[in-house]
Structure formats: C-alpha cells, structure tokens
C-alpha cells in the first residue's frame, strides 16, 4: 500500500517501528521521498531518535513514505506512490508523514515515527483514524532529522491506542516519565473548550464524545491570537523551507506542487519573517497564560472532514485544513490527536493541548477523551507534582 519507501530489518526485538525518511538512520539514504534526493550518500550515522529506539526492545522495519520533501498536506506522492488510508479509502492520507500513519492503521508496526512542523502527525493521525502526538519543540532531539534546522519541527509517534502512544514516547524521549504527574479524586480538572470555525459535522461528533465524560469541568474559551498565529506559522514555515530547499529547485526534479510552493515562498522577506515571529511571541505568552487556568484545551484537530482523493484538485477543499493544528506548532505547545468518527462514518480528530514540557501531563489527560478507554479514567485527575 505504499505506506513504506524501503523495507528495512534493523534491530532485534517484539516491538516494530517504522521511520519517516526524513530521519537518519546509518548506511540508507535520507530521500525525504523527493527524485532530487535519490542519489544522496548514505546516512554515517543514526538520528538521535533512532538510537533510543534501538536502544529498546524494538525492531525498525522500514522508511515510511510522505509527502515529498515533507512540505504538503495531502501525503500523495507522484515519484514514490501514494499511500493508501487504510480505514478510509477514499479519502487522502493526510501529510505530509503519510506513510507513518497509514503503516500503524495498516497494523504493520507497533508504532511509527513521523515529524510535525506545521500539523504533519496530527493531520495524517486524524485523516486514518489513528493516534499522534506532536511534542513539545526541542523535547526530542532533532539531531538527524531533515531539514537541519527549523523553528517549528516536532519528532513524534503515531499509535493504535493510547498505552503504545505513551511506551513510545518512552522510548524516543529518555526524559518521559509518567511519575512527575499524579493522579488527584478530589481534583476537578478544568479543560477550555475552544470554540474555533469548524463543520457542524465535526462538532456534533465532539460535542457527543465530551458528553459522555464525567467530573470534568469544561469552559468556553478564545485565543485572540489564534488565527494569527496559523498566519505567522505559513510564513515560518515557507521561509526556512526555502532556505533548506531552494537549492533543490536547479535540478528539475520537484513535483510541481512543491515547485511552486518554494517559488511562492522565495517571495518572503526577511521583514516578514520576523513579524510572524512577533506573532509567535505573542501567541506563545497568551497560550502560557490561559494554560495556568486550564489543564488542557480541546477543539478539533481538522476543521472538516478529510478531503476526497477526488478532490485533491480543488484548492478550496484544501484551504486551511491545517488552521487548527499550525497554531500549536508556532507557540510549542504539545498537542495529541484521537480518533474519533461521526455517525456517518467520517474521520473526526479530537485535539487536546496542554503546557510547554507537560507532555506526561497531556498523555493521561488524553486517557481521560480516550474513546476506547474513556471509562476508566472518569474519576481521575493528573496534576502535577
């Protein structure tokens, strides 16, 4: 089905795991699934993240496939093949780490590596109905991962349930550890329920799910940032990809989306680039604020249902589905997606965030939305030590 670019068997234990080629691992190319790339040397040595999980019981099995270079949203690839959503077959994978999702929905590995600069775990997490957690910028070393260098890029796993979630954070981040949070009865946890733009679909669905979970105490709240901070993330995003890929344009190779978006984005000035900073500042230190208030925030991870493969052709099905997640990506915070699907059958990504470095934090809060085990966590509160 696509999910993989290169099958691999690299370390020896019950735990399988597939890797986005955007991360190194010794003696295979790095290709980012792009023609310009096909011919590059070997990795000499593994990413950081690579080393954790052969440090563990774990086996990597292959290279997930993606969007090339890492800079789409659909996850299709004309050069490599396009990954197919296994549980929704007619809808686009997501993107761009495509292939990390479709290979844990496809039940091929245990857990899967993507990365994350601008929603990239959670979009595809939520188009095939699995789980992704982008961490919190600069908790999992970037060391080997592709392109060298951005503001915005989260290494992170995908899963099938919320306890292989956390044994793979465990595994990728040497600092994860579930003791520096606690489990409080009395404790009322406070989750803001941000009201943003999305289909009635999509929140009737949530509205159904939240419903259904007790002795949580739920508010309505705004970002005033919010929407500016998803326009500060595309210029971010645009600009440090130029400067990481523009080189690549003088080789003909590009698929034409990712053509066209590094010209667009060789329009970006320097002056522009800093005020979206600006924006990031400002939407970081009111996220901070309102995250000393609430244990976490809840809106949907996609704003619609996944796009049609149909579809992919019309820009305006494509237009700000990432306007969720982005915002996340520009103040840093960690941010989990779970699956759920509406009465009609649809995808639906339910989208918790919680504090800077609080990732053990956000983890059993998620436990609390989880859909499959929901129930057990009703009475019980995390709070930090």
């Not at 009609?344 to 053990?360: A, C, R, Y």
Request: hydrophobic share 40%; net charge negative; aromatic share 6%.
């Amino acid at each position: 089905m696509t999910s993989l670019v290169q099958n691999l068997h690299l370390g020896i234990g019950e735990i399988k795991v597939v890797i986005k080629d955007t991360i190194d691992i010794q003696k295979y190319p790095t290709c980012a699934a792009s023609p310009t790339l096909a011919n590059i040397s070997a990795a000499i040595k593994h990413a950081d993240v690579v080393e954790n999980i052969l440090e563990h019981d774990c086996e990597i099995i292959g290279k997930a496939n993606l969007h090339e270079l890492a800079f789409g949203i659909t996850g299709l690839n004309e050069y490599t093949g396009s990954p197919i959503n296994p549980k929704y077959l007619h809808l686009i994978p997501g993107g761009s780490s495509s292939g990390s999702a479709t290979a844990v929905a496809e039940k091929i590995c245990d857990f899967s590596i993507g990365t994350d600069t601008g929603g990239s775990i959670r979009l595809p997490a939520a188009c095939c109905g699995v789980y992704g957690l982008k961490p919190t910028y600069g908790r999992i070393s970037r060391k080997g991962v592709l392109p060298q260098y951005s503001s915005l890029d989260c290494v992170g796993p995908f899963a099938n349930n919320m306890n292989m979630l956390i044994q793979a954070m465990q595994i990728i981040d040497p600092t994860f550890d579930l003791s520096k949070v606690q489990h409080n009865q009395v404790h009322i946890p406070r989750v803001g329920i941000l009201r943003v733009d999305a289909d009635d679909l999509v929140w009737e669905c949530i509205n159904r799910h939240v419903s259904q979970i007790n002795d949580i105490h739920f508010e309505e709240m705004e970002l005033s940032h919010f929407n500016a901070a998803y326009e500060a993330g595309m210029t971010l995003i645009s600009y440090e990809n130029w400067h990481s890929f523009s080189h690549l344009l003088t080789t003909g190779k590009l698929g034409t989306d990712i053509r066209e978006r590094l010209l667009a984005a060789s329009q970006i000035t320097i002056e522009q680039y800093e005020k979206a900073q600006d924006v990031q500042h400002l939407f970081k230190a009111e996220l901070d604020l309102l995250l000393k208030k609430y244990d976490a925030l809840l809106l949907p991870t996609l704003p619609t249902a996944p796009p049609l493969l149909s579809e992919i052709n019309d820009p305006l099905k494509l237009l700000n589905l990432t306007a969720l997640v982005r915002p996340f990506n520009v103040s840093g915070h960690p941010a989990i997606t779970l699956p759920l699907e509406t009465e009609l059958g649809t995808p639906v990504g339910l989208q918790l965030v919680s504090g800077h470095n609080k990732d053990e934090k956000l983890c059993l809060i998620a436990k609390i939305f989880d859909p499959n085990k929901s129930h057990q966590f009703k009475k019980q509160m995390v709070i930090d030590k």
